[in-house]
Each structure stands twice: as C-alpha cells, then as structure tokens.
C-alpha cells in the first residue's frame, strides 16, 4: 500500500503548492482511491508533479463536509469521469465556523454535488468491499478539542455547536495489515482510534489524519495536558501514527517529543508504503 499526500498545510519543498486541506492518494491491490480532496484544485496540481494519474482513481472517500476536505470535489468530478465519491448523509448541511471577530463564515462543501449520480450518502456504517470500511457514530468526548466550540451546525433557524454526526473514518484491510484514515478527527482522535478497534477487534498497523489540536481562528493550540493525555493513549495501542493539517505545527512538535518515532509528519509530496 501506498499513501501521497497530494494536499497539506505544509510540503516537503517548494515544488508543491500548499493550503489549509488535506488529500491522500492511496494505492492498494484494488483501488486506486482519494481521502479527501483539499479546499481547491490544488490537489491536480500535486497530483502530476507525484505522477498520480487522477483520472484512474475508481473511489473517493469525503471525511466530513467542510470546505477543506471537500472543497476540490468538483474539479474532481471534472477531471475524473469514473469514480464513485462517499460522504456520510449529512455531509452536505450546512457548517460554519465563528472568527475572532465575532463574524460567522461558511465552511461547507458545494450543496449541488450532492445531486451528482456518482455521490453516494452513507449512513453511520459501510462496508465497501474486503478491503474499506466506513464508521461514523463516533461516541464519547475523551480528550475533546475545545477548538470545535468555534465550529457550528445549522439545525432550521439556529446555530448550534457541531455535533460531528457528519464525520467518517475509512479503515483499509490488505494482507491482513489495517489502515486508519481519519480526515480532521472533530469526534477526538482517542475516540475514533477506541471505535476502531471495537469494529475490527485490534488497533489498526498505522493511523492518518489531523488531530484537531489547533484553532486556526484564534491561533491557539490546546493545553498542553491534553495532548500529553492523547499521546499516552496513542501509545499503547502500538500504531504508527501520521498527522498534520490541524494539528498544529506547536501541538505536533508536543507530541512527537512524547511519541519519538511512533509519530511523523505528514506533508504535501510525502510518500508512505505501508
């Protein structure tokens, strides 16, 4: 198995574009699939300079419904003419996020995509195939982000905190090794990896995804106690672990201080074989 990182805050050299997303290109005996797609389109960009051939992708998975995973959806969908594209069924209301100012801004993803006869909605469970499996339903706050309290939801008329139902984890089974993709991890990464092992009976070989652990309005990361907490949790499951994107650059360097080379980062033009 391989993994690119098509997207990302950061890059390995100026070669490659960067924003605020996250795009994973990953290459099993069967599929040729993408984890997210970036804000923009930025991630063909990446994508021809690593010789990733995105018209040959045959599967996209969407993490959740925010721009920065699934705003480079309909480029996608202009450049590949194949591909089936899954988002939990309530990726496509309407999110928005709370500044510094006190302003609200919509972070969701482009509503009309959702009438696309390639997008399939999915509900709290998945199993694609022998290799992917889908899991949203994520329960149990244990070392929660208190940077979701700037995120939101619309439910009718009002804003009300997020409440995550929206967010899906894709788990990759080849030769008998177990891949964790979680997109932005809003549920609590502990979480998520906790419901993991509930559904497949194991921690999972290695694990992906942002964290969550920085506020990108108000440049704040969390305390430094919780991300102790995290790292002491993801420790004794054993895994791998890759991250970025929201993570924060000071909450990463946190963790890799605790987690030595159980953790790296994870930026644009990196390649991982698994």
């Known amino acids: 198995m391989v993994i690119k990182t098509l997207v990302e805050n950061e890059a390995i050299s100026d070669q490659y574009g960067t924003e605020h997303g996250l795009s994973l290109y990953i290459e099993t005996k069967k599929h040729k699939l993408l984890f997210d797609t970036g804000a923009s389109g930025l991630f063909l960009d990446n994508a021809r300079k690593m010789q990733v051939d995105i018209a040959g992708v045959d599967l996209v998975v969407i993490s959740h419904g925010h721009y920065d995973h699934g705003g480079g959806l309909k480029a996608f969908l202009q450049e590949n003419s194949q591909a089936k594209v899954y988002l939990h069924r309530k990726a496509f209301e309407k999110h928005y996020t709370k500044r510094s100012n006190g302003k609200t801004h919509d972070i969701g993803i482009n509503e009309e995509l959702k009438?696309?006869?390639?997008?399939?909605?999915v509900d709290d469970y998945l199993?694609?195939?022998?290799?992917?499996?889908?899991f949203a339903a994520v329960k149990g706050r244990e070392l929660y982000s208190t940077a979701n309290r700037a995120l939101f939801m619309q439910v009718g008329d009002d804003l009300v905190e997020d409440s995550w139902e929206h967010e899906q984890n894709l788990i990759i089974t080849e030769n008998g090794r177990l891949l964790l993709l979680a997109g932005c991890a809003h549920n609590g990464i502990v979480n998520i990896v906790k419901r993991m092992i509930e559904i497949k009976g194991r921690p999972a070989d290695c694990v992906m995804g942002g964290f969550h652990l920085f506020n990108p309005a108000s440049k704040e990361s969390e305390a430094p106690d919780l991300i102790e907490g995290i790292a002491a949790i993801l420790m004794e499951t054993g895994s791998q672990y890759y991250t970025g994107h929201c993570t924060g650059r000071a909450p990463y360097e946190q963790l890799k201080e605790l987690m030595q080379d159980k953790l790296q980062y994870l930026a644009t033009g990196s390649v991982v074989k698994i």
């Open 115 to 121: 009438h696309d006869s390639r997008v399939i909605l």
């Open 127 to 134: 199993r694609i195939d022998e290799e992917l499996e889908l």
